[in-house]
């Protein structure tokens, strides 16, 4: 029976857009209202009676609290005196802040971020000590914001030094000396006036007024530009600045402070591509994707002029595989090649010369090494599908890995394996996915399946540990990972293949992968050369979800086959692509999506746009939408509300489209152990009803 919505009112808005008549009869759910409020609780009143009241809630909240509810501890930050950790322990709210003095010190709690809030609202942001450990500054988040509030703690009196009250899409680089640190902010001193656009780096000297802080660099960056000081050599001589020009251009500038006139100055001017810097002693290294799309590593001293990327030396060439990261620490570059979503760690000398590989204890994601190699104290983490992350000590002279701090969470993972398939695209192209499964799984169709992917802004989708992975397999599912265009798993003509006027193609590698799990497409595993048919999953099985830009993708796959899933989940998504660049935050992805305000991107976004792609007597399947009122990251609820109201009025068949707000989080942030245990449990009940 086709459940009963909730009365949506219709308040036609007319505009013209590039010669388009344009009409909007939800417009009026973009702003907060009482009227809205209501129509957010009877929203949520019926999620509750169609996905709550089901006789495996408590099962499944149970086995999630054991999958979630688990201590586990964040990569350690070193410096030459202390390291420091973020850890939470079961049935924490959130993660609080360790130090212990290395080696020998004994741990200690810095900062118990239970003591902020009762109601477990306030949540560790970021945090950056000063490289002799003394000093920390840390910012925190309420309600899962994006915005922080930054302190600046002594680390032996605990007391608070300054305070610069809200901040955001920023870093803290302390000067060596610890007299100050650098920092990005637009230009107001009233914090409530404070934007996410119009950033410049400014100087805060410790024991001043932020307000008074001197802004050293940003006139003549745009509204999006976006800068960064990303590196400071440990001598504090030299300084690096990246300001991102969009998403698939950058710049880097630079500065030697050791000169009495502060001069900052551009050293890939003229360049087009991403730059990605590091400072060993007096020399520069920088990965670029400039005249290389799978990128180089070049060098350049900081001995000599300015130094311009015309005069860099390129000590590691472009490859067929990507090079996708890189470090120098302890006199060595380490350097992560990802061959076919796959990452492999090479170490090499400081001319580029290969010496060896950092071997992991699987197949898996591995980190390169971080800390302080003068001490001793450098570490690398490891997970894979089936096994949570491991922070290990890395010794760089004997190149062993020896395990420094294991999660409390146990997995028998012998019953599952992973398959690397391939299949192809609408246009011919190879694209891989992971598919995580039961070893006695029968490729015969009955599978229930979960299709999900990411498509977008370079990000890759790498074999890392997921409790909810594990849960499904436990119910008898099959998950399945496409590493679609748009993301960055082969370099960066992957990326630009699924943007801007070719974001298409990531729709349709996201349904072609639909199409090859049913059957309906042939597929190649890894080991294998030729394809053949494979049929995991079957239409009235198979379910995708996605979360922020792969929210957008699912929702997209949604209206543009309806037929090919049983079930769609779209979470903090984007979905009325004309009116995504009005947040703050959305005004830093059109160069990833494009421009509403200009005619040949508006043509662009409108084939495609889910909200605008939504037609009179469709037949949608089961759909679940999740938002947060809380979401400041540029993925406004307004989205997922006015896709609910045009899905609710529109769908023909008795399948509920569903919509769940929650009120007190942000886009991925903010939610303690139990409210994420709620949302998985919500999440996989929805799933599970409607693929079984």
């Not at 170490?347 to 699987?362: F, M, N, Q, T, V």
């Not at 935050?585 to 059109?590: A, E, Q």
């Amino acid at each position: 029976m086709k459940p009963e919505y909730p009365k949506t009112k219709i308040r036609p808005f007319e505009e013209l857009l590039h010669g388009q008549r344009m009409i909007d009869n939800y417009r009026w759910l973009e702003t907060a209202s009482d009227e809205r409020s209501t129509w957010i609780d009877e929203q949520n009143k019926l999620a509750d009676s169609l996905i709550l009241d089901d006789p495996k809630r408590e099962v499944f909240a149970e086995r999630f609290d054991q999958l979630f509810n688990y201590d586990r501890t964040g990569f350690p930050l070193a410096t030459l005196s202390r390291i420091f950790y973020s850890r939470i322990k079961r049935d924490e709210k959130h993660a609080s802040l360790y130090i212990r003095d290395w080696p020998n010190g004994d741990e200690q709690v810095l900062i118990d971020i239970d003591r902020f809030s009762e109601q477990g609202n306030i949540s560790l942001g970021a945090y950056m000590p000063s490289r002799d450990g003394s000093l920390l500054a840390y910012g925190l988040s309420k309600d899962g914001s994006d915005w922080l509030h930054w302190y600046i703690m002594d680390i032996k009196t605990g007391d608070i030094l300054d305070e610069i009250p809200r901040l955001v899409y920023t870093s803290v680089s302390w000067l060596p000396d610890k007299s100050g640190f650098f920092y990005s902010r637009s230009m107001h001193s009233d914090p409530e006036k404070l934007k996410k656009t119009s950033m410049k780096v400014f100087f805060h000297k410790l024991g001043t007024d932020w307000r008074n802080d001197e802004m050293i660099f940003g006139d003549e960056l745009t509204e999006s530009d976006l800068p960064d000081v990303w590196k400071i050599s440990k001598d504090g001589h030299h300084l690096i600045i990246l300001v991102s020009h969009g998403l698939t251009q950058n710049e880097l500038f630079y500065a030697d402070l050791s000169k009495p006139e502060l001069k900052i100055e551009s050293i890939t001017a003229n360049h087009d591509g991403l730059f990605y810097p590091d400072i060993e002693d007096d020399v520069l290294y920088v990965m670029t994707n400039d005249s290389a799309p799978k990128y180089r590593l070049c060098r350049i001293s900081l001995d000599e002029a300015l130094p311009n990327i015309d005069r860099w030396e390129t000590i590691i060439d472009e490859r067929d595989d990507v090079l996708s990261s890189f470090t120098v620490i302890g006199g060595r570059l380490f350097v992560e090649r990802s061959v076919d979503v796959i990452h492999h760690t090479s170490i090499h000398s400081l001319d580029g010369r290969k010496i060896g590989e950092l071997e992991y204890p699987g197949v898996g994601r591995g980190s390169l090494p971080h800390g302080e190699d003068e001490i001793d104290a450098v570490f690398v983490s490891y997970s894979s599908f089936f096994e949570p992350p491991v922070i290990c000590r890395y010794d760089i002279r004997s190149n062993e890995l020896s395990v420094f701090i294991k999660s409390s969470l146990t997995v028998n993972t012998e019953d599952y394996i992973t398959e690397q398939v391939f299949y192809r695209s609408f246009d011919g192209t190879a694209v891989p996915m992971f598919v995580i499964r039961s070893k006695d799984a029968l490729i015969d169709g009955s599978n229930p399946t979960i299709l999900t992917g990411y498509g977008g802004f370079e990000h890759s989708l790498t074999p890392s540990f997921s409790s909810r992975i594990l849960f499904w397999l436990e119910q008898g599912g099959i998950y399945v990972i496409a590493n679609i265009r748009g993301g960055g798993e082969y370099g960066e003509n992957w990326h630009l293949d699924g943007i801007l006027g070719k974001k298409q193609n990531v729709f349709d590698d996201f349904i072609a992968a639909g199409e090859a799990l049913i059957g309906e497409r042939p597929v190649r595993l890894s080991n294998e050369n030729n394809f053949s048919i494979r049929q995991y999953s079957s239409r009235e099985h198979i379910g995708i979800m996605g979360s922020s830009n792969g929210g957008l993708l699912t929702g997209a796959a949604l209206v543009q086959r309806p037929d090919l899933w049983a079930a769609v989940i779209s979470n903090v998504p984007l979905l009325d692509m004309l009116r995504f660049h009005l947040t703050e935050g959305g005004k830093y992805w059109i160069s990833e999506y494009g421009d509403p305000d200009n005619s040949e991107h508006f043509n662009w976004l409108i084939k495609y746009s889910p909200y605008h792609n939504v037609k009179n007597d469709s037949h949608f399947p089961p759909t679940l939408l999740i938002t947060s009122l809380h979401d400041d990251r540029g993925t406004d609820s307004m989205h997922a509300f006015k896709m609910t109201a045009k899905l609710q009025v529109c769908n023909t068949s008795e399948k509920p489209i569903i919509l769940r707000t929650l009120t007190n989080v942000g886009h991925g942030a903010g939610r303690t152990t139990q409210m994420s245990i709620a949302e998985q449990t919500e999440i996989f009940i929805f799933m599970l009803k409607h693929l079984m």
